[in-house]
């Protein structure tokens, strides 16, 4: 990935960095490069995920998806980063493998999402790395009572990825199921170059290679300056404009293809630097749908987000046909891409013409290798602003306290949490 971080300039935006600030905040990022580097050196947790395009195995992934290589369609039971990285990776690609991410518990949508399937040639992704995540094993359980009642042996299309021990890792043992582990010292939101995202590109017949290779020539651009390093470039960045008031962050991509990319940076960027009162609240965008939606807000509401770009140099065209209708000539002189790369043009220029920091991300184009080093540098991004912001990046216990209270609410335990729950402060306006 390359950045263009001149319209983050405080000479262009309000908030904006100066020069002469993003000079000073380099020493900074000389001293959290040392710490970052120390940490994947010793593979320390978090740390450790940035050295995932070593560690990950393409062949032990393959040989796991091996039984069911031949699927029709493959469902994803898993949630957060036991989903996001994966479905970014096989939403962005092409392939013939249809694909269905079961993460979310609404009913009507797990059942209509299971009647799309074609089960008898459907395989089973269960993943989750404490392995005791309710909303996954519940699904999970739902897919596999779904395969028995058609008549499918469920174990024999499912693989799992989850951690040394839990429910999950039980599961699979008693039934004897591939499986495979989440790497240790990798968090969840930090996995997608592991086999937590790769599983389902293997079974899709993506480029596992390509992807960990995107992802090594990243790596390689990690160094003590962020005038060296696009990844720490965006870091720094993100992280001086919300200290100057921009504490939202809006990622827009412009290609369709990016739409799941924006929820797997929300989560990337919300779980790993929204602690000790601090962090920038990410906001999901699609370039242009979303010029015709809150565009009119990001150039004209408060001065409090920074828009994030992200735009492949190279991608399939298509032609936009004559017309008879005059005023629309210029349409048809265009091609669809030509008129999407003037909107993003256009769109970044309003935006700095109207003083509102943004920054542009270019990928060559969204191929496995392009995206591997997306997906790696901005993990590498997020763990740098996490040092700048001095917070802890790679846990979440705010998260916690709903998971006992649901928990108590099912039965499942005495928890404090669930009692709570009951003591709602009300003031109902009823129609
Ligand atoms: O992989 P697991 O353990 O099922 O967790 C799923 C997700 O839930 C979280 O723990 C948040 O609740 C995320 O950090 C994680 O990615």
């Known amino acids: 990935m390359d ?49 995932l395009p070593d560690r990950t195995d393409p062949d032990e992934i393959r ?48 059942t209509a999402e299971l009647e799309r399937l074609p089960l008898e040639n459907t395989a089973i992704n269960v993943v989750s790395r404490s392995g005791t995540t309710a909303e996954t094993l519940a699904n999970f359980l739902v897919v596999r009572e779904a395969f028995e009642d058609a008549g499918v042996d469920w174990t024999e299309r499912t693989i799992v990825t989850t951690g040394e021990s839990g429910p999950l890792r039980d599961l699979s043992e008693r039934h004897d199921l591939p499986s495979l582990k989440v790497p240790d010292g990798v968090p969840g939101r930090f996995s997608a170059l592991s086999a937590v995202g790769m599983v389902a590109a293997a079974v899709c017949g993506h480029d596992l290679e390509a992807l960990l290779e995107g992802a090594t020539a990243e790596a390689d651009t990690l160094s003590g300056s962020l005038f060296d390093c696009p990844a720490y470039a965006y870091g720094a960045t993100s992280y001086a404009l919300d200290a100057r008031g921009a504490g939202m962050n809006a990622m827009v991509p412009y290609a369709e293809s990016l739409e799941t990319y924006s929820e797997w940076f929300a989560q990337l960027w919300a779980e790993s630097l929204g602690k000790d009162d601090l962090g920038q609240t990410p906001l999901r965008a699609l370039g242009v749908t979303d010029q015709h939606s809150q565009l009119q807000l990001y150039r004209a509401g408060p001065r409090d987000k920074v828009v994030t770009f992200v735009t492949p140099r190279e991608a399939d065209d298509r032609a936009i046909p004559d017309t008879e209708v005059d005023d629309l000539a210029y349409l048809g002189d265009a091609t669809l891409g030509e008129l999407l790369d003037a909107e993003f043009e256009a769109t970044e220029a309003s935006l700095a013409a109207a003083g509102r920091p943004n920054v542009r991300i270019e990928l060559e184009r969204v191929d496995e290798y392009e995206l591997g080093g997306l997906l790696y540098g901005m993990e590498a991004a997020c763990v740098l602003a996490g040092e700048l912001y001095g917070v802890n990046t790679f846990e979440q216990p705010a998260v916690e306290w709903a998971k006992k209270a649901t928990r108590g609410l099912l039965g499942g335990g005495e928890f404090e949490e669930a009692d709570a729950v009951a003591e709602k402060t009300e003031l109902r306006v009823e129609r």
């Not at 490069?33 to 050295?51: F, K, V």
């Not at 036991?82 to 479905?87: I, N, R, T, V």
């Not at 493998?97 to 009507?108: E, G, R």
Request: hydrophobic share 40%; aromatic share 4%; charged share 25%.
């Open 3 to 51: 950045v263009d971080i001149g319209n983050a300039l405080a000479s262009v935006a309000s908030p904006g960095v100066s020069r002469d600030s993003l000079e000073r905040l380099d020493e900074q990022v000389a001293d959290a490069h040392e710490r970052i580097e120390d940490g994947m050196a010793n593979g320390e947790h978090g740390y450790e995920a940035l050295n």
């Open 63 to 110: 040989r796991a998806v091996e039984p069911v290589a031949d699927a029709e369609a493959l469902v994803t039971v898993g949630i957060g980063g036991s989903a996001l990285g994966a479905a970014t990776i096989t939403e962005a690609l092409d392939s013939d493998t249809k694909t269905v991410y079961l993460d979310n518990v609404d009913p009507a949508w797990v």
